[in-house]
C-alpha cells in the first residue's frame, strides 16, 4: 500500500514538474513574441489563466492553444494594466530615492511614507493577476482588488512574498532555475495562495449576504 502511494505520488509530481516546465518554455517564448516589453505581461496572465484552470479542477485540453487564446484575448488589456503598473513602480522608486537623499525631518518623514507606499504596491503586484484572471473587471478595479485581498490576507501576502523572493533569490544564483521552472512554479505558489484567499473572502462575503 504504501509503495503504490509512494509510486502515486512520484508520478504525480513528475507530470506536475513536466507540465510547469512546458509553461515556462511558452512564457519565455510568448513574452520574446512580444518583444518582452509587449508580451510579459500577457504571457503572464496566460500562464495564471491555466494554472487557475488547473486549481479549479477545469478541463485544458491543449496548454499551448489555451496559452495562444489568453495571450491574444489580454494582450490589450493586460498591457496597459501592466504599463499603469511600470509606470506607479517607476514613480515610487524614484520619489523614494530623491527625498532619501534629503536631509532633515519633513523629508524623512515624506521617505517612510513613500517606503510605506513601495510594499502596498509590491502587494498589489504579487495579487494583480489571480485577481485580472479571477475577476475579469476593469483596469483600475483590478488593482482596487488586488490591494483588498493583501490587506485582509496578511499571512498568505507574507508567503507569496517570501516565496516569490526566494526564487528570484536562487535564479541569480543558479539561471538554469528560471529558465526551466522557476517562472512558472513562482507563478504556481502564488496562484495557489491567491486563489485561496480568495475563495476565503467570497465565502466570508456569502455569509454576511445572506
Known sequence: MN???LTEITRTFCITALKLTYLNILWFLFTLLGFVLFGLGPATAAICKIQHNWLRNENVSSVFSSFWKEYKTSFLKVNMLT?????LGAIIYFDLQFFMQKEGLLFRTISILIFILSIWYMMVVLYVFPIYI???VRLFTTIRYAFIVAMLNPFKTIGMAVAAGGMLYLSLYFPQIMFSIGVSLTFFIIMIMATHAIDQITIIKERYSN
Open 134 to 136: 479571477h475577476y475579469q
Open 3 to 5: 509503495s503504490v502511494k
Open 83 to 87: 504599463i499603469v503598473l511600470i509606470g
